[in-house]
């Protein structure tokens, strides 16, 4: 149980182009999703959460403009990143709450390389 | 900012030994602690997790220990194997109610054969 899925597993685009990364909960409901970004050997940095049907909270420092994020459902949130530059690149991670748990599972994440 | 943090950026055991992971929390808010394994290329895995009114939890093979005093956190695996080579981080909430966390740097642990 508590399973999380990400796809793309790995994206590699040009300068300038939109990026879309889905996170599902496969078998819970998840009210709550976080996106994170790591960078090699660095730690986990969160960007931001997602609410379903509300608007995401972003942390300090992050572009909201620039990561868009929709909750759409309770089992699907996405994150774009919208003119992607080089600076962009990193491994993208997604977590679900379940339930009125407080256990965040993860994604296996989605590798983004811009050139 | 607050910050969580590790003591050890890499730790070498040998296979059958006790491995102990440690880690710092300065916010005295956070009630809720969690740590996670990281394979290389993977998301984190769920370890074991702890309230801040237990100051020991067991799970099989690993114990989490807290110590709000000192704010400090460990991490005991016990019979390391092969399999637990990755990067461990510990985590934190922001506080009753506030589901976010904030990561630790990181525990490389390597597991000699």
């Known amino acids: 149980g508590a399973v999380v899925s990400q796809h793309p597993s790995r994206v590699i685009c040009k300068s300038g182009t939109s990026v879309k990364i889905e996170c599902r909960s496969l078998d819970f409901q998840a009210t709550t999703m976080f996106w994170y970004r790591q960078f090699p050997k660095q730690s986990l940095m969160l960007m931001a959460t997602?609410?379903?049907?509300?608007?995401?909270?972003?942390e300090q420092g992050v572009e909201k403009d620039k990561f868009l994020i929709n909750h759409a459902s309770l089992t699907l949130s996405t994150l774009t990143v919208t003119s992607a530059h080089p600076e962009d690149s990193s491994f993208y991670i997604c977590?679900?709450?379940?339930?009125?748990?407080?256990?965040?599972?993860f994604g296996p994440g989605t590798r983004l390389l811009v050139l | 900012g607050e910050s969580v943090g590790l003591h050890l950026p890499t730790l070498s055991v040998q296979e059958g030994d006790n491995s102990i992971i440690n880690c710092a929390y300065s916010?005295?808010?956070?009630?809720?602690f969690i740590w996670y394994k990281q394979e290389s290329g993977k998301g984190p895995q769920f370890i074991i997790d702890i309230r801040s009114n237990m100051d020991k939890r067991q799970g099989q093979r690993v114990t989490v220990l807290l110590n709000k005093t000192v704010k400090h956190l460990s991490l005991q695996i016990a019979a390391t194997q092969p399999g637990d080579s990755a990067v461990y981080f510990c985590?934190?909430?922001?506080?009753?109610?506030?589901?976010?966390?904030?990561f630790g740097s990181g525990t490389r642990l390597q597991v000699q054969p």
């Open positions: 985590a934190e909430n922001r506080g009753t109610g506030r589901r976010a966390l904030t």
């Open positions: 977590s679900a709450l379940a339930g009125g748990g407080e256990t965040q599972y």
């Open positions: 916010n005295s808010a956070s009630d809720y």
């Open positions: 997602s609410n379903e049907g509300s608007k995401a909270t972003y």
